[in-house]
């Protein structure tokens, strides 16, 4: 079974800063990662699909890149709004979550 | 618009069977190349996907789960359900209904999420 590998598991930042989020596939998942943003009693919110690919909606401060089995969330000058725990997902074949990064 | 909202006990005991519907509104369940899902998360823990199941009743499960769970579908009555049995105190959890974007794919809506409790 593929295992999803998510650092760091906590991040603490400042508004206005920038923020890497990686996540790690034990084998190839080709581009099939999606990142989600969950705040306190709400529902996961789909940020980035297919690697790269922002939800309408989202800001543009919000980026994905990578490929195969290494992956990254990126987020350019840290909103309040921000501050969040952030999960990848893949779905390449059937779907797993990363343990969860929150941004403090 | 489609929305998806989950229905059922707030309580369970152990050893009973856990069972939620998810009600699917604003859309058909027929014709559309979406996946249903359900995903929990035990209160403070991250996201555990649980399965998934096509609107023709193909279904895929976490394998870690997939001796003891069952999803179904009622495409007729636009809802789709989750039974696991002989529940622990390891199963409480929130439990979500969401659906993918197309086939497998990543999931694009959300329901807002049931707290199951898993107590005598």
């Known amino acids: 079974d593929i295992q999803m590998t998510q650092s760091p598991s906590t991040l603490s930042a400042s508004v206005g800063d920038r923020v890497t989020i990686t996540c790690r596939a034990s084998q190839t998942i080709y581009k099939w990662l999606a990142w989600y943003q969950q705040k306190p009693g709400q529902s996961p919110r789909l940020l980035i699909r297919d690697t790269s690919v922002l939800e309408s909606g989202v800001p543009s401060r919000f980026g994905g890149s990578g490929s195969g089995t290494e992956f990254t969330l990126t987020i350019n000058g840290l909103q309040p709004d921000d501050f969040a725990t952030y999960f990848c997902?893949?779905?390449?074949?059937?779907?797993?979550f990363g343990q969860g990064t929150k941004v403090e | 618009q489609v929305q998806v909202q989950e229905s059922g006990p707030g309580l369970v005991k152990p050893s009973e069977t856990l069972s939620l519907t998810c009600i699917v509104s604003g859309g058909s369940m027929s014709s559309s190349s979406h996946y249903w899902g359900w995903v929990r998360q035990p209160p403070g823990k991250g996201l555990q996907w649980i399965g998934c199941?096509?609107?023709?009743?193909?279904?895929y499960y976490n394998p870690s789960l997939k001796s003891r769970v069952n999803i179904s579908v009622d495409t007729s009555k636009s809802r789709f359900s989750l039974k696991v049995p002989s529940v622990t105190a390891a199963d409480t959890a929130i439990y979500f209904c969401?659906?993918?974007?197309?086939?497998?794919?990543?999931?694009?809506?959300w329901g807002q999420g049931t707290l199951v409790t898993v107590s005598s």
């Open positions: 199941i096509s609107h023709r009743g193909n279904t």
């Open positions: 997902q893949k779905y390449n074949d059937y779907w797993m």
């Open positions: 969401a659906r993918t974007r197309g086939g497998r794919d990543a999931f694009d809506l």
